[in-house]
């Protein structure tokens, strides 16, 4: 007779990258959130133009049985982007190959960290800032400097980063995200030309996803040849002077195109080609083309909704510093506001109770025990200001 088996231990998955397996998958809380008022993510809060809609429902049911195709998308891109930053006719221009196209920014982020960051690299920023360049490091088995924004006005530490640039070792790669998420620092982008400059080792990424809001872009100076490495030949590219540069821009939140996914990395040809070689081959799907080609061919609708958010937050901003509310936010859709009567949970949850969802910033560090308010329209707004005034009292 057979003897039975002895009980063997069950086999171990095998382990991920010694990188991976330190990591914590990057989670935002985004369920359960429709039919509220969000105020949470710094979304577009009123959806596409209808424009964007008409192309989407135009589209024949055999495109979805076809891979994407991307032609034409890349000059589109910056053919508006020439427009909004008013590059004149003679200047350097954008052409599609300045123009890298990915799953949303947090795509190209991800590209720009697999492309350039080795074990052992460092990446300079700041902090607190966007939640997912440090992710992007450390699955890289890089090292992280993060430098803290002023406290408490939150000025942008620019010695601080400047010193940490043009030490013995400059850092692989460094990250501004200008306007700031969620601290709303601007950096005037001349500044930033400098740090480029300063550091022609480092790749400089600067996160502009927020710019429609505070009009602080690179962008116009590079295309009006500007800038502290003015030494440009005439009709040299655009990028010739700041080859170190790389500019990422989204359609996800002024254009509302967030569910779809797709945003843009701006550079030198050669960086964007690197970026771009560690992507798959039909990242962006179909939908999002369709929606990025009619989005950017509406450039009024995003500028009308801009400006109804600034308008908003300007009413928002002043009844907070007249009821003395401690608030925070120069640039972007959003502000950090710091209750006084309650804890920062107990808000939250009030606020929810109340039908309105915002971004709690505990654990963050200079911002812990704030709330990051997103800005809608004004009839949005006045809804969570009442709101506000209850759940704070
Ligand atoms: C500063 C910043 N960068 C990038 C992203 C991601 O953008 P996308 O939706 O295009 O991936 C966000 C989204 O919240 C953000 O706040």
């Known amino acids: 007779m057979d003897r039975p088996a002895a009980p063997q231990a069950a086999p171990a998955p095998p382990p991920a990258r010694p990188e991976v397996e330190c990591l914590q998958a990057y989670s935002a809380p985004l369920e359960g959130r429709r039919g509220l008022l969000r105020l949470d993510f710094n979304e577009n809060t009123v959806g596409p133009s209808p424009r964007v809609v008409q192309a989407i429902r135009a589209i024949p049911a055999e495109h979805i049985a076809i891979y994407p195709e991307y032609e034409g998308l890349q000059a589109a891109v910056a053919a508006a982007l020439m427009r909004t ?22 795509a190209a982020l991800h590209a720009v960290f697999q492309a350039y960051g080795a074990p052992g690299d460092r990446l300079l920023t700041t902090s607190p800032t966007f939640g997912y360049y440090s992710p992007c490091a450390r699955m890289q088995g890089m090292a992280i400097e993060a430098i803290p924004y002023r406290h ?9 980063i400047r010193a940490a640039l043009t030490g013995p070792a400059p850092p692989r790669l460094l990250l501004i995200c200008n306007p700031n998420n969620p601290t709303g620092t601007r950096l005037a982008p001349e500044r ?6 300063a550091s022609p080792a480092t790749l400089v990424v600067v996160d502009e996803l927020y710019e429609a809001f505070s009009g602080d872009s690179v962008l116009p100076l590079l295309l009006a040849g500007a800038g502290v490495a003015g030494t440009r030949a005439p009709g040299a590219d655009a990028f010739a002077a700041y080859p170190n540069l790389l500019v990422l821009r989204s359609l996800a939140k002024t254009a509302g195109l967030a569910g779809l996914r797709i945003g843009f990395a701006i550079g030198h040809p050669a960086v964007v080609d690197r970026v771009g070689r560690v992507t798959g081959p039909y990242d962006i799907n179909s939908f999002a083309v369709t929606a990025a080609f009619a989005a950017l061919d509406d450039q009024a609708y995003v500028d009308a909704f801009v400006a109804e958010v600034l308008a908003a937050k300007a009413l928002l901003q002043q009844r907070l510093t007249t009821a003395g509310w401690r608030h925070q936010g120069e640039g972007g859709n959003y502000l950090l506001l710091w209750p006084r009567a309650r804890g920062a949970a107990a808000v939250e949850q009030r606020l929810r109770d109340a039908g309105i969802l915002v971004r709690s910033m505990a654990g963050k560090p200079l911002i812990d025990g704030s709330l990051r308010v997103s800005i809608g329209t004004r009839a949005q707004m006045e809804q969570f200001w009442s709101a506000w005034q209850q759940a704070d009292s």
Request: net charge negative; hydrophobic share 50%; aromatic share 10%.
């Open 152 to 160: 408490t006005d939150f000025a942008f530490p620019f010695d601080a």
């Open 192 to 197: 930033i030309l400098e740090l480029a400059a």
């Open 85 to 106: 930053s008013g590059a004149a006719a003679a200047g350097p221009g954008l052409e599609p190959h300045h123009i890298g196209l990915f799953n949303g920014v947090d």
